[in-house]
C-alpha cells in the first residue's frame, strides 16, 4: 500500500514542460527529506533529485541539473519536481519517497535509503 501519493505526470513534446506533485495525508512531511526517482523500461530505478526537509540542501542526476527544480512546500505537505526542457530519454515513470529516519539526502542517495513510496505516475516525452 502506497504511502504517498504522486500527481502531474502525462504526455509532453520534447521542450516543454511538466510539474510533479508529492503529498501524503497519512503523515506530515515537514521533519523528512522528499526523493525523487525514475524506472524507463528495461531499466533500473534512479534517483532525479533529492531535498532535505528544510529545503535548504537539493541533490541532482547529472542529466537534469539546470532543466529540472525539485522543491516543496511544508506548509501544503507537499513536495514539488518541476521538469522543464523535456528529453525523450527522461520517459519514465516517476516516484516520490520519503524515510522517516532521513532529514537530509544520503550523499549518493539510492532507492534503498527511502521506505515509503508513492504509486509512481507516467511521464512521457514525445513528438
Known amino acids: 500500500q502506497s504511502q504517498l501519493a504522486e500527481s502531474g505526470g502525462g504526455l509532453v513534446q520534447p521542450g516543454g514542460s511538466l510539474r510533479l506533485n508529492c503529498t501524503t495525508s497519512r503523515f506530515t512531511l515537514d521533519a523528512y527529506a522528499i526523493g525523487w526517482f525514475r524506472q524507463a523500461p528495461g531499466k533500473g530505478r534512479e534517483v532525479v533529485a533529492c531535498?532535505?526537509?528544510?529545503?535548504?540542501?537539493?541533490r541532482y542526476l547529472d542529466s537534469v541539473k539546470g532543466r529540472f527544480i525539485i522543491s516543496r512546500d511544508n506548509a501544503k505537505n507537499t513536495g514539488y519536481l518541476q521538469m522543464n526542457n523535456l528529453r525523450p530519454e527522461d520517459t519514465a515513470v516517476y516516484y516520490c519517497?520519503?524515510?522517516?529516519?532521513?532529514?537530509?539526502?544520503?550523499?549518493?542517495?539510492?532507492?534503498?535509503?527511502?521506505?515509503?513510496w508513492g504509486q509512481g505516475t507516467q511521464v512521457t516525452v514525445s513528438s
Open positions: 519517497a520519503t524515510d522517516r529516519r532521513r532529514a537530509v539526502c544520503p550523499a549518493n542517495t539510492s532507492p534503498s535509503d527511502f521506505g515509503l
Open positions: 531535498i532535505s526537509s528544510s529545503g535548504s540542501s537539493t
